[in-house]
């Protein structure tokens, strides 16, 4: 078997792996922080201001990020 064909499958297997505990089948709620990052970064797609109308005290790349993850998702967790 090619190198990169081991390199492939292996990463494909990892990635389903590191998915597979968000799969909403299994959680249909996220968790209590992703829950938070969600709604400000939620918040955020609708157009409003990260910390003067949502209001949390981490950096702004973690909610860029989520809305990002939003936005690609289409509102899913999967996103």
Same mark, same amino acid.
């Given at each position: ?10 990463? !494909?297997?990892?990635? =389903?792996?590191?998915?597979? +505990?968000? *799969? ?10 992703? $829950? ?13 201001? !990260?910390?003067?109308? =949502?209001?949390?005290?981490? +950096?702004? *790349? ?10 690609? $998702? ?6």
């Amino acid at each position: 078997m090619p190198k990169w064909l081991w390199f492939s499958i292996t990463a !494909l297997v990892l990635t =389903v792996l590191v998915m597979l +505990p968000i *799969l909403p089948v299994i959680q249909q709620t996220p968790e209590k922080n992703s $829950g938070m990052f969600l709604y400000t970064a939620q918040q955020m797609v609708e157009g409003k201001t !990260l910390y003067k109308e =949502v209001w949390d005290h981490k +950096p702004p *790349l973690i909610f860029a990020i989520n809305s990002l993850g939003l936005i690609l $998702g289409k509102g899913s967790l999967w996103g």
